[in-house]
Structure formats: C-alpha cells, structure tokens
C-alpha cells in the first residue's frame, strides 16, 4: 500500500502513521450517529422488547401512537406551541437585534447581556421561576404561558442569528433609501429585510426547534389539559422503557431533520462573497 | 425623526451652527427610539425570568416560619448529602468536559484534515445528534445500554464479557450520555479554530528543523486554544446546571443540583431548599463565566442551547 506512506501532513507524517487517528476519528462518527438512528429500524419492531435487528416488523407501535387520543393531543400541543412560539420570538426577537444594532446608546451592550441571559441562567431555574410566576399571573398549564416561557427561551438565538445577518450588511444601503424619503419602516421592509431574510429565515426555523424539544420548563409549567409531547415523554421514559417511544421518537427525528433541511436550503446565502 | 433630511441651503452656515444643538437632539431621540424596539424583547425576558429569579433569592432567605433567615443556605453546609450532590455535580461536569476533550479533539483534528467535500460530510455526523431531540438521544442509549441491550448482547455474543455489565442506571450511563450529548458543543468551536490555522506555519516549523509532534505542541495546538476553551467553558457550564439526561439514565444513583431542586419542589413543596440550591448554582455559573470572561472572547461562546 504506497498510500500509507505518502505523506499527509505539512509536516511530512505519512498516512500509515497516522492511522490510529483515521481509525479513532471513523469510532467516534459511528458513535455518533448510529444510537439516534437504531431507534428507527426499532421502532418498526413486532415484539414488546426492543431488538435489533427486529425478527418480525410491523407498524403496531405507531398504531399505538397514533391510536392514542393521549399522545395525539399531547403532539398537538407541542406543535401548536412551537408554531406560536416562532411566530411570537421571530418578530420580537427581529425587532430587538436591530434595534441593539442600529442604536449606539450607551447601554446597548448591557441590553444584550440581558438578552443573552435565558442562554446563561440553569433551566431548571427559569422553570421553577416560571411555574411560580404563572401561578400569581393565572396561566399555569395554558397554551399562552407556554409560548411565552418558549419565547423567552428562543430570544438570544433569535438575536444572535440575526444580529450575525445584520454584521454583514451594510446599513448605508438603508441610510440611502431613507435620505431618498422612504420612512425608517419602509426602508428597513424593502431595503434590509430582504437582505438579511437567510438569519430571519433560520431564526425562525430554530425558534421552533427550541419549543419543540423543550422538556425542562414544560415539565413545571405544561399539564392539566395542555401536557407537551416531550413531557409526556419524559414522563413515560422514568417508567418503563414503552416501544411506543420508539415509534414518537423516529417522528421527532422526522420533524428536526425535515426543520434542519429547509433551514439549510432556505436560510442558506448564495449570494457570492 | 428624519434629522438629516433638513439641513439648511448651502452658503448659510451661521444657521447651520445655530442648528446643531437640535440635530443632536434629534440623534438622541432617534437612537433612542430605536433602541426602544428592544423593549418587548426585554420586557418579556424581564417579566418571565428575571422577576421571578429573582423572587426565589428572596425566598431562598426565608425560613420555615416566614421570617428571614440563612436556614436554607446553612443546611446545605451542615447537611452531608448536599455537599454530596455538589461533589457528583462537579465531578460529572469535570468528567464529560475532559472525556469530550479526549474525544473531540482528534475528530476535530481529522475533520479539518479532510478535503472539503469529505469534511462536509463528516460535519454531518456531528450535526446530526446536534438536531435530534435531547429526550430521543437519551432514550436511544437507555434502550442500547440497558441490561438486555444491544451493547450487552453483543459484547456478550463476541465474548468480550461473560455477564451482562451494567451500563445504565448508573454514573457509567450518565457520562455515555452527558459525552454524547455534548460532543458537538465541543467539536463545532474547536474544527472553527483548526480551519482558521494557516497550514503554512506547520510547513515552516518543519522547514525550521521541528519536529512533527513538537510542531504540533508548539505551533498547532496553542493556535486551537481560543477554540478548546470556548467549548470546554461552554460544556463544562451546560453540564453544571443539566437535568434531563442523568435523571434519565443515573436511575436515581447519580443526583445532581439540578435533580435535588426539582426533587424539592415535586417531594416535599419546600420552595426555600430549592431556591437556595438554585441560587448557589446560578451564582457557581455566572462566577465561572465571569472568570472566564476576563480570558476569552465570550462572544464565541454564543450559540448553544441548553437542556
């Protein structure tokens, strides 16, 4: 193998002596993906244990699922959350990172640590905090009170990413537009937006992510008759070790992949550089 | 609003002085303004967390009669089962960040290595895990590592080891998975730093007579050091504060500050204990931050996420 000694490195190290790293680095890839996606072919399983490969298949799991009026609503649930949660955390968190970046007040960056605090502070913190907070405010275990614990916990994504957008853009182009009589508004929906649409775009698209996989704060702060998915989830995972999480996850997997796929085509820039 | 639109006709520039004081007015005002956009942002994160964190400081002052009192904060010093949940929380968050580390590190290495189309692809396998759901991670590698798991039944079947080895339930399946988890916190700073080295360097250290390790040590990896510290900080401070991952999979044996807050609220309705554990992690987190702010760049260290 006249490979293995060819060099590899700027430093002359040829292939061969460095094997072990191709070989530790191919481990720990295949550690990696393949816990999350055994799950899959399991969750297709015919039998009570989860095997793998499975002996016999079917789809009795995700009967199960989709049978159950308790797990249905509980997904409902979830997505409606994370729908209205990345409908509330975009604009918001849109607004804020524009307006930090346009103004150059003397407080702006103790603005942005602020904004950035839901990322620093431990969840179980935000969710105790949270719980007691609705309690006083009347929304404990509502759809509202969860969007906005949601949102709240989408804002510094929201900002970072968009506040990225806004560092590569030049905001003289808004500057022209305005001295040429469009108000601010107008300027900054035709002239800015449009330009930093791929951050708002993928801001969105994470705003939905966060919500969705929540489990911390849900748990204190869903129940009664809005319990999320993942907190039904948890909930069965501290009990017993049910297929029919199986089948809930393979979907899961379905959803973020599908959510991280339209975010790399859509939010991607392929304007050049 | 529009201060620059009124500026007075060219070859009057008495009244363009008398105009100054207003225009810097208006810029206030303006900036101002704009910095206003903000305030739903901040007004929400005010009245969701901040408030309410910081009503569970002045709780966590309160003793069991209402009055104020340190009782909450003197039982984790007096209690020996607090200290212990300290010392585990401590030791799993060392344990993970220096295991990812011994791990990430070299897929880092090898990931920058590759040509692009190939790395690409090997960014997928870290970005994978990194997308899927928290709970269906932690649920996969219950179901792999349990008794009569796939790991056991293999190691058993190719004769590595006679009995089934326990591997979950325990400190071992909460690092397996706390590592997992994490990896990619790690690895995503650390490849950044390592594709921002100029490859010419390590031709010169050599052409200078090092060598190759000694390239490395002295060249290569102090370069990479921005990034190795940024995502270590990173993991070691998720870890500090995690939750779901070992209530899952430490069955019980691994208790961490997070699980006795949450066991103090849903157990025994003692809002003070909880807070008080809550504030000391709070306080352990943003004082680690803080040191560490005083020697890295924080700014890299945005863009997690937390569970």
Redesign the interface.
Known sequence: MSWLNKP??????THGQRLW??I??VI??I???T??L??IP?SFSDSQ??E?PPETWSTRWYNSYFGSPEWMRATATSLKVAVLTMLVATP??V??A???H????A??RA?FV?????????????A??????YVQLKILYTVTGLV??H??LA???V??VTGSALKSYDMAQENAA??LGA??WKAFMTVTLPQIKFGVITAALLSF??S?????VA?FISGGDNPTL?RN??NA??DQ?DPT??SI?TI??LV??C??VLAQTLGRDRRPK | ??A??DTAPPGTAAPERLNEAGLRRDGRLE??A?????S???L??????????G??FYVSFLGADGSFSLENYERMISRKSYARIFVTTFQVSLLTTGICIL?GY??A???S?LPDRLANI?LI?????F??????????????L?R???VNDWGISLGLWEEPLKLVHNMTGTLIGMV?IM?PFLILPVYGSMKAIN??L??A??NLG?H?RR??WDVFFPLTMPGLSAGALMVF?LC??F??TP??LGGGKVIMV?MQ??RN?ELFVN?GA??AL?VV??VL??AI?WIASRFLKLENL??????
Do not use: C
């Open positions: 590899a490195t700027e430093t002359q190290i790293l191709y530790l680095a720990i890839m550690l990696l993906v816990p999350t055994i799950v399991m244990y989860l793998f918001v968190g607004l804020a524009y307006g930090l346009a103004s150059n007040v407080f702006v603005a602020l904004m950035l605090t839901p990322m620093m502070v431990p969840l179980v913190l935000i105790i905090g949270a719980f007691y907070a906005l614990a949102t709240v804002l510094p994504l900002v970072i305005r001295s108000p601010r992510l966060t969705f996989d929540e489990v911390v748990m993942t989830m948890f995972l501290r070790i999480i199986a996850s899961m997997i973020t992949t959510m991280m | 609003m529009q620059n639109s900036r101002l704009l910095f206003g956009l903000a739903p942002a901040m929400l994160i005010l009245v969701i967390l901040v408030i309410p964190v009503w569970l791990i070299p897929l290495y090898f990931m290595q090997a396998t870290v970005l994978l895990p997308w899927t759901s928290l709970l269906v991670r932690t649920y996969a590698w219950l179901v792999l349990q009569q798991g796939l997992h990896l490859r010419d390590m031709k250290a050599s090092a190759p390239a490395f401070i500090l504060g939750f779901v209530a899952v997070s807050i949450v609220i809002w909880a807070s809550g992690l709070l987190t943003m931050l945005a863009g997690g996420g937390h569970g």
